[in-house]
């Protein structure tokens, strides 16, 4: 079984800097990409930025330049450097992860983190 855990999430002050960690572990084939997303109070949940298993990275238009996603030297994980943060930063924040499970059909399947919370505040 596939699981994702996430931690580094918590209280910051406006322009402070967290880093987000993301492993996932059990019976895993392959990662084709690991994200970070994040949902606030009564809003969807968005992507915050992805990278793929080649290293391809992609970002939200709002933490462009202020966030940067990485992959660990420790085998299937993913961090979330994020710096400048705004109280507009407050959210969940979930890992994401496509992957192929081993002893399956070998499919691509999406899984979830149970989330982090990120409170920007003064």
């Known amino acids: 079984q596939v699981q994702l855990v996430e931690s580094g999430g918590g209280l910051v002050q406006p322009g402070g800097s967290l880093r987000l960690s993301c492993a996932a572990s059990?019976?895993?084939?392959?990662?084709?990409?690991m994200g970070w997303y994040r949902q606030a109070p009564g809003k969807q949940r968005e992507l915050v930025a992805e990278i793929t298993s080649g290293g391809t990275t992609n970002y939200a238009d709002s933490v462009k330049g202020r966030f940067t996603i990485s992959r660990g030297n420790v085998k299937n994980t993913v961090y979330l450097q994020s710096n400048s943060l705004k109280p507009e930063d407050t959210a969940v924040y979930y890992c994401?992860?496509?992957?192929?499970?081993?002893?399956?059909?070998?499919?691509?399947?999406?899984?979830w983190g149970q989330g982090t919370q990120v409170t920007v505040s003064s």
């Open positions: 059990g019976n895993i084939f392959r990662i084709n990409a």
């Open positions: 994401k992860a496509r992957l192929v499970p081993g002893g399956r059909d070998y499919g691509t399947y999406t899984y």
